[in-house]
Nanobody
Framework: VQLLESGGGLVQAGESLSLSCKAS????????MYWYRQFPEKERELVAT???????DYADAVKGRFTISRDNVKDLLYLQMSNLKPEDTAVYFC??????????????WGQGTQVTVSS
């Protein structure tokens, strides 16, 4: 499985941006999916979770502003971000768990996409 993010860019505070993550390969064996972000010289932090059953969870910092969703037909994971703040500036990564016995415990990552929010 390969994951490829797109949609990052430079926006002003208060604006919106939508990230996409295209999955390819053995996508039927993807489990829960996630968006992470990484600030310079910091560890990656979990931003949003979408379980294989459809439940969602968000970091407190983004609740009410970010929405994670998935299009299983197109093998796309989305992160809709609204009311962006300068502190949301980071590299955003798509992540997925292996969802089948053959890839159980495997962790898939995209290469990341930069989001920059100016004040």
């Amino acid at each position: 499985v390969q994951l490829l993010e797109s949609g990052g860019g430079l926006v002003q505070a208060g604006e919106s941006l939508s990230l996409s993550c295209k999955a390819s390969g053995d996508t039927i064996c993807l489990g829960n999916m996630y968006w992470y972000r990484q600030f310079p010289e910091k560890e990656r932090e979990l931003v949003a979770t979408l379980s294989i059953g459809g439940s969602t969870d968000y970091a407190d910092a983004v609740k009410g502003r970010f929405t994670i969703s998935r299009d299983n037909v197109k093998d796309l994971l989305y992160l809709q971000m609204s009311n962006l703040k300068p502190e949301d500036t980071a590299v955003y990564f798509c992540n997925a768990d292996g969802g089948c016995a053959k890839n159980y415990g495997v962790d898939y990552w995209g290469q990341g996409t930069q989001v920059t929010v100016s004040s």
